[in-house]
Structure formats: structure tokens, C-alpha cells
């Protein structure tokens, strides 16, 4: 525990939600309209109410045109100075020497009474494939007589553009894909067989930068907000029927879901740490020497629906992956192409290399040829329909981080 999580709000040290955190996210009171919000311990703070208060005194110019509204990109567009700002005045405001005034109480309300709504606007979304560990077991599984790694991949952050109206709040139940796939008895259309998740952290970008100016991975940190936790749901039958030449498409399109509250950048300071050595040497627009790689601990929960408790199903670390959101995001717009806010990109399932640190079930199965058993006595090769699946982080050094849960569960396909 450090001085860094103490807090006035019951609860909220030793959290992971403490002040050491302070996520953000947008919530509704009942009939009310949805306002940013920032999660402490069990509670949210209404930002709309506080600077309704003028609680935010001379930290942001006009706390109302970032706070009063249903997503974050507002606040996100403004720039690092005033995330500072606000992340300053907030903990002054929580701190454990503070004035807990009743405008201040007013705004807190328990989570249980609040709705959390998808954090921010999706402007668009990259899908990476940037751990070795994942991209090896996928090859040798889809190209088994094959090099495993085609012979791009350590020279360049492989990533395909996903479906940025199909990302979805934490909590919303996923509909089983219909597509096409190949069967013994032929091409047939109907609902996926082979329903898979993907364990992913996801990072958001906040000012935009201009079309045509590539920005340089020196300036990345000055653009990327926070991240998050994700799941990148896929039809691995379709998939393996339809990416061949073009990439993913309707076996990834569906539904990807994305934890309610985001973690700022900043709060991960002391769990950054430098990324694992890159054969052969990157190019001179993907090298920095800032401690792009994050220590976090991860794992996956999956409970059927007869089941009252979930089963740990992996347990893995981020800090291995081979590329960085730094490099992802230089790649994708060393073409020129601009960043806008609210962009969003994922980094790629985090699989590690022990068994049972895998982030898909496809590599956990052995590409459904080994099944486990869930502590109901049930078989899983892959999802079933009522299979509640939930990812799960928290920070592995420095104060403790708590990142904010992301789950699903499986309903039927439509028809």
C-alpha cells in the first residue's frame, strides 16, 4: 500500500480503485442523461456534478463542456495538460486531507445505482496481432505444415481495421455469428460452431493529429489516453474459411466488448517497463527507448450457465508482448493516415509461453482437439450459449491497479 491510495471514500484503498487509479467512465442515474464519470473504491463521481459545484475552481476552463456529456471524447481531446490538471484536482479533492463538503458527497454514488454506458466514442478500431507467443500457436494451428510466422511479422505490428459500431459495453450479451464456413458436407451459412474470445488490453487515442503527417513514436505518449481491457470475440470457423487473402472480417465483426472504465495512461507509470528484444533491429520509425511494455497480470473467467462461480480458465502477463501500442500506433499512421479521438487499438491476443497462459480458447484446446472440463463436469473445446466469459487485470508492480472487468455472455444466434 502507498500514500498514493489513501482516500476519505470508504473503500476505495487497497481497492484497486484507489487514488492511485481513478478511472474514467460514463454513467446514468435512473431516467438521467448519461455524464462522465470517475470510479473511486465502489462509488462514481459525477464530473458533471462536481464542476456544477465549481469544485474544479481554475483547474480546467470549462469543466461542464467536458464533464456534462455522454462520452469521454471531449475531455480526451483536450490534451495531457488538462488530464493533468483535472487527475490533480481530483486527487486533491479524494485525498485523505480533504474536505469532503456535501457537494461533494452528493456527487458519489454507489456503483449498484448507477448504469455504466460504453466509455467513449469509437472513432475507429485497429486490431493487432502482436504477441509472438499467440501469432506462433495461431500459424502452427491454420498452417500447420508451414512457418508458423509469415515473414513479415517481426518487422512490422500486423494489425487488420475492425468494426468500430460493433464495440460494446462491458456487460452486453454477445449474439452467436451467423457466416459462412467449410463443413464435410460443404459451404453451408448458419451459426458458428467454433465461438471464441480473445484476451486484449485496448489503448485510446486523444487529440487528433493531422492527415498526411506521420507521428513520430517520440509523440505517441502525448496522444494516447488510457487503456482498457477487451475481448475480441471470433468465429474461428468462419474465420478460417474467410481471412484467406483479405484478413479477418464476419468472423470478427460481430462483437467486440470493452471494459466500462478507462485507466489513465498515467496511473500505470510505476507498472511500465521496458518491451522484450526485437530480432532482427526495427526500423528507425518503430525504435524508442521509453518503457513502452506495462506489467500487468491477467487471466480469463468462464462460468456456463449452471455454474454459480466462474473457472480461471489462463493466467498470463502483458509484459511480454513483442510489439507496443507505441509502434502499433507509429506503424498505422506512418502512411499518413490521421489519428482521430476515440481511436481505438487493441493490442492482439496476450497469450504467454506456458500452457494454461494462453488467450483464446483455440490455443488452449489445441484448436478444439483438446478439451477441459469446468468445474460443472461439462466439456469446452469452445463457447456455448449461456457461457459468461470475464477478463480480469490488475498491475504488477507499483500501486495496486485494479483494471476495470470486461464481460460477456453468449446468446443464441438470431433464427
Known amino acids: 500500500m502507498t500514500a498514493d491510495d489513501r482516500s476519505w471514500v470508504e473503500g476505495a484503498q487497497g481497492s484497486g480503485f484507489g487514488l492511485a487509479h481513478l478511472p474514467y467512465g ?82 458519489l454514488v454507489p456503483l449498484e445505482r448507477v448504469r455504466a454506458h460504453l466509455p467513449f466514442a469509437v472513432a475507429d478500431y485497429v486490431d493487432f496481432y502482436s504477441s509472438l507467443e499467440h501469432a506462433t500457436n495461431v500459424g502452427r494451428l491454420f498452417r500447420p505444415d508451414a512457418d508458423p510466422l509469415l ?61 498526411g503527417e506521420p507521428l513520430p513514436i517520440a509523440a505517441v505518449g502525448e496522444h494516447v489516453f488510457g487503456l482498457a481491457l477487451l475481448n475480441d470475440w471470433s468465429a474461428r470457423d468462419l474465420q478460417a474459411w474467410e481471412y484467406q487473402p483479405l484478413g479477418p472480417f464476419l468472423g470478427k465483426s460481430f462483437a467486440t466488448s470493452l471494459a466500462a472504465w478507462v485507466t489513465p495512461l498515467s496511473a500505470l507509470a510505476a507498472a511500465r517497463v521496458d518491451p522484450r528484444h526485437q530480432a532482427p533491429p526495427v526500423l528507425p520509425y ?39 501500442v507505441a509502434q502499433q500506433i507509429a506503424h498505422a499512421t506512418g502512411n499518413g493516415a490521421a489519428l482521430r479521438t476515440g481511436d481505438l487499438f487493441a493490442s492482439g491476443t496476450v497469450s504467454g509461453p506456458a500452457r494454461g497462459s494462453e488467450g483464446s480458447l483455440l490455443e488452449l484446446t489445441m484448436g478444439g482437439r483438446e478439451p477441459f472440463t469446468l468445474s460443472d463436469g461439462t466439456p469446452r473445446a469452445f463457447l456455448a450459449d449461456g457461457d459468461e466469459v470475464t477478463l480480469r487485470g490488475r498491475s504488477a508492480r507499483g500501486p495496486l491497479i485494479t483494471l476495470a472487468e470486461v464481460s460477456g455472455t453468449v446468446v443464441p444466434a438470431p433464427g
Do not use: C, K
Open 26 to 107: 460514463v454513467v446514468s442515474r435512473g431516467e438521467g442523461p448519461p455524464r462522465v464519470a470517475v470510479r473511486i473504491g465502489a462509488h462514481a463521481l459525477d464530473l458533471a456534478e462536481v464542476a456544477r459545484a465549481g469544485l474544479f475552481a481554475e483547474a480546467v476552463s470549462d469543466p461542464s463542456g467536458l464533464f456534462a456529456v455522454d462520452r469521454l471524447n471531449p475531455f480526451m481531446a483536450a490534451g495531457a495538460a488538462t488530464w493533468t490538471a483535472v487527475r490533480e484536482r481530483l486527487s486533491a479533492l479524494l485525498g485523505p486531507g480533504a474536505d469532503p463538503r456535501p457537494a461533494l458527497r452528493d456527487a
Open 151 to 211: 515473414p513479415n511479422w517481426r518487422h512490422l505490428p500486423v494489425g487488420y481495421h475492425g468494426r468500430a459500431g460493433t464495440v460494446v459495453v462491458s456487460g452486453t450479451p454477445v449474439r452467436r455469428p451467423n457466416g459462412q464456413r467449410q463443413t464435410p458436407q460443404g459451404v453451408a451459412f448458419g451459426a458458428s460452431e467454433r465461438l471464441d474470445i480473445e484476451l486484449e488490453v485496448g489503448f485510446v487515442t486523444g487529440p487528433p493529429t493531422v492527415l
Open 286 to 324: 518503430l525504435r524508442t527507448h521509453e518503457p513502452w511494455a506495462f506489467d500487468l497480470s491477467l487471466e480469463v473467467g468462464l462460468r456456463s450457465a449452471a455454474m454459480t462461480e466462474a473457472d480461471v480458465v489462463s493466467r498470463g502477463g502483458f509484459a511480454g508482448m513483442y510489439w507496443t
